[in-house]
């Protein structure tokens, strides 16, 4: 079940590198996505989200071996965003954030970015769709040769996949 983890009390402030994979003990309140302050919303349930849960304690924080390999795509995403943030510019990163990783919120963030990607007529680009998986098979064929490529190719469209979030256009 996707939920959102909401920390009002600032339980997390001493966990910052809490990475996705690492497992959290710790007491919550949660509530349905469906209503918020007693009003029915769509809002969380468009996006597949069902439970809000509210930090109620302090939390403590486990490493799994297990989910640190399970969670790769998403760790890889976010080395890539880090790189990315690190060596270009704020606008240039956000735009290829968007494009390798599929994260678009830089660009909500930004209305005159957005806007001139819409203006551009380039919008559809960022959109993680199959233009995408069709680079990772042709970047796997090309370093790989045909043989291998295809093995790999497939390997790398489902790291692919889970890295940008599964979201229905791939």
Known sequence: VKTVLY?????LKDHEDL???QMIRTTVRFSSASSVSGEE???YISKGIYLRWYLTDEITCYENKFYELLYFPLRLGENIRSILDTYLSHDTAVFMKALITGDKTG????????NNISKAGIAHVIAVSGMH???????????????WGWIT?????AV??????MSPSV
């Open 7 to 11: 920390d009002y009390e600032g339980y």
């Open 19 to 21: 990475k996705p994979g």
């Open 41 to 43: 919303t769509d809002n």
């Open 107 to 114: 660009l909500y963030e930004s209305p005159e970015l957005y």
């Open 133 to 147: 998986v069709s680079f990772v098979v042709a970047f796997a064929m090309f370093v790989f040769g045909n043989r």
């Open 153 to 157: 190719s497939m390997f790398m469209i």
């Open 160 to 165: 692919f996949v889970i890295m940008t979030g």
